[in-house]
């Protein structure tokens, strides 16, 4: 999972952070007379390992002349404020003038936080960033007239001055902005607001410094005897260890750090959670999810849809917790038993590129057409695979209007490293393909749509590995990692959906969010998910503090809505081949230049509708059925 593309602040104007970021940094250990395995630095990575931020500023002179440039023509836009009823001509001139602006913000933005991410501790990029960020809140409060503006012209005028030719393109951005008319402020309002925007990012931007510069974990003995640093990465490896008491070691010392924050975390979430209630509050909405949920147009009813459907549907994982303490041969579940691979599919580690060959090989149904960008996408340096010291850690895909896409991977070698290169993809050409075929004002789609295409990527990976292997351990362990993928991308996500309404309602009703509220409420919901045979560990209570995506409000539903949507759209694919791989391509294609529910209508999968999150459920259920049928044998 990750956070893919930029998104625009009022209808397109500010191109911003981009997705899926999972967090993270290499911190430096505290050992007491112990050798420590160190990580490794990024000079000592080959560079075609390594993205090549050039391709958007050979140096960073010209990030500084673009930047001077942004910052000298931002009064040009604000000259067109109280003149945009004037004429057609006028509203085409602002919005051509708004959209070279934008173009060149969002490559200042993500060159810069792409460099801080290469080493988070290193100040100069985090100068940069912030630098950006700082001009992005200019620019919005500088362009933060246009809607208002635009609602005080007589809608039938509006609606004539569409036939211009210079404004034929924007019907649908301006058929969306009268959509949100009730929640539109004047425009010193609006301006205010926009102004706002800096602070009230703070607790985002200081989770993301703790978390991934700050923090620092013990080292901990790893499976060869030797004291390692313990890094996020590293973690995730040893929670798929087959040696418990790594695993044990790992999450104890994992999850005892974040312990020693919890009043420091549980401020910033509560802090976060009172930003969402008062900008919600500010715009009129009826509550923080329904004004979290109106930028796509998209029903509360279909947020409290996932979160019911996956409640009245989580027999699948009680059941693959109990196959799991069976198979495992355990007394009882703790958290760091549930991520091994029940049946490991390799001894061996995947090499980076037999990785990317395997990948590429398993895309091939989607075409000549896509298989040709993925191609360049793999051999033009548009990845940064491995973790180095300072790096942040996880995956994401990023870039912005002008440049090609990016990929951030901390690559460890292991099955799951080669889904998400899979996953990462999916998001890159997508954020491709929607730029190729998009003016700006379009040429970025919505998180509600985001996960679509990477995990279409990952259905299909899985159906090539099950197709080429005979042997029935290799199916097991396939069969075991789709069953995981389910877990942890429709059940867990749907978990932290839950979570998140939960902490709004409870401050929106007058509560207050302290670290005990907040880890007996994880505590309940991870009992109510996973069922009896789960003991939640204490330390693990404070598993809220941890997630970043908490930090983008009411975000995580949407990986549990687009892995129903692309597993649908992943059996089409094989089954009905050119037809469904057309409407695919075309969806890719299609940006934000439609609301997300119809894009998805369009390519075959009514999202409206309870029966996708469902059928995930029932998928689930028949991989647990093959599993014991071979395991029957």
């Known amino acids: 999972m990750s956070k ?30 112990a050798e420590v395995k160190k990580a490794i630095t990024r000079d000592e990575i080959d560079q075609r390992y390594k993205w090549r931020l050039e391709d958007i500023y050979p140096a960073n002179e010209d990030w500084e002349r673009d930047f001077a440039e ?76 246009i809607v208002p503006e635009i609602l005080q012209i007589d809608e039938q005028r509006l609606r004539g001055w569409l036939d211009y030719p210079g404004l034929a393109a924007a019907r649908h951005l301006v058929e969306d902005i009268l959509r949100t008319r009730e929640h539109t402020l004047g425009p010193e309002q609006e301006k205010l607001l926009a102004m706002s925007s800096e602070v009230t990012r703070s607790p985002q931007t200081i989770f993301s410094m703790l978390d991934n510069a700050d923090i620092r974990y013990p080292a901990i003995e790893d499976e060869n005897g030797e004291q390692v640093e313990l890094t996020k990465a590293r973690y995730q490896k040893f929670l798929e260890s087959g040696d418990r008491e790594l695993r044990r070691r ?11 924050y919890e009043n420091t975390l549980a401020a910033l979430l509560s802090s976060i959670v009172k930003r969402d209630i008062f900008y919600a509050r500010a715009r009129n909405y009826g509550s923080s999810l329904e004004a979290a949920l109106d930028g796509d147009n998209i029903p509360v009813e279909v947020y409290d849809n996932v979160v019911g459907s996956v409640n009245q549907n989580l027999s699948p994982l009680h059941r693959y917790v109990a ?67 300072g790096k942040r850690s996880g995956g994401y895909s990023w870039g912005s209007y002008g440049t090609h896409p990016y990929i951030l991977l901390n690559y460890n070698g ?76 429709v059940y867990i996500q749907a978990l932290f959906a839950e979570f998140e309404r ?27 998910y996973f069922g009896p045979d789960l003991v939640v560990d204490e330390i693990y209570e404070i598993n809220w503090g941890r997630i970043p995506h908490f930090y983008n409000n009411f975000y995580v539903y949407q990986y549990a809505t687009g892995f129903s949507a692309a597993a649908l759209l992943s059996e089409k694919i094989l089954s009905q081949g050119e037809p469904a791989v057309g409407k695919y391509l075309q969806f890719l294609k299609s940006g934000s230049s439609d609301y997300s529910i119809e894009l998805l209508k369009r390519a075959g999968v009514d999202m409206t509708s309870p029966e996708p999150v469902v059928a995930a459920a029932r998928l689930m259920d028949r991989l647990l059925d093959r599993m014991e049928q071979l395991l029957g044998r």
């Open 4 to 33: 893919v593309n930029s998104s625009k602040v009022l209808a397109g104007l500010v191109v911003t952070a981009l997705a899926l970021v999972f967090a993270g940094a290499v911190p430096t250990p505290e050992t007491y007379g």
């Open 70 to 145: 942004v910052k000298k023509m931002i009064p040009e836009v604000e000259a067109f404020s109280g003149r945009l009823g004037e004429s057609p001509e006028v509203l085409a001139a602002l919005f051509k003038l708004r959209d070279s602006l934008g173009v060149k913000m969002g490559k200042l933005y993500v060159y810069s936080h792409m460099r801080r991410d290469e080493n988070t501790a290193d100040d100069t990029y985090q100068a940069l960033s912030d630098r950006a960020e700082g001009l992005g809140t200019s620019l919005a409060a500088a362009t933060s007239f």
């Open 250 to 260: 790992a999450f104890e010392a994992f999850y005892t750090t974040y312990n020693g």
């Open 323 to 389: 196959l799991r303490k069976r198979v495992l041969g355990l007394d009882e579940v703790h958290p760091y038993d549930l991520y091994l691979p029940l049946f490991p599919t390799t001894e061996d580690e995947y090499q980076y590129d037999d990785a990317v060959k395997l990948v590429s090989e398993s895309l091939k149904p989607l075409g000549e057409t896509y298989l040709s960008v993925l191609k360049e996408g793999f051999g033009s340096n548009w990845i940064d695979v491995y973790e180095t010291r």
């Open 414 to 489: 292991t099955l799951h490293e080669v889904f998400t290169i899979a996953h990462e993809m999916g998001h890159a050409l997508h954020s491709h393909f929607t730029r190729q075929a998009q003016p700006y004002m379009y040429g970025d789609y919505t998180i509600f749509v985001a996960e679509v295409a990477s995990t279409t990527n990952e259905a299909l990976l899985i159906d090539h590995l099950l197709k080429v292997s005979g042997d029935e351990k290799m199916q097991l362990g396939l069969l075991d990692h789709y069953v995981r993928q389910i877990q942890g991308t």
């Open 502 to 528: 939960e902490i709004h309602r409870q401050v929106e009703d007058g509560g207050a969010l302290t670290s005990t509220v907040l880890s007996e409420l994880c505590r309940s919901l991870y009992q109510k």
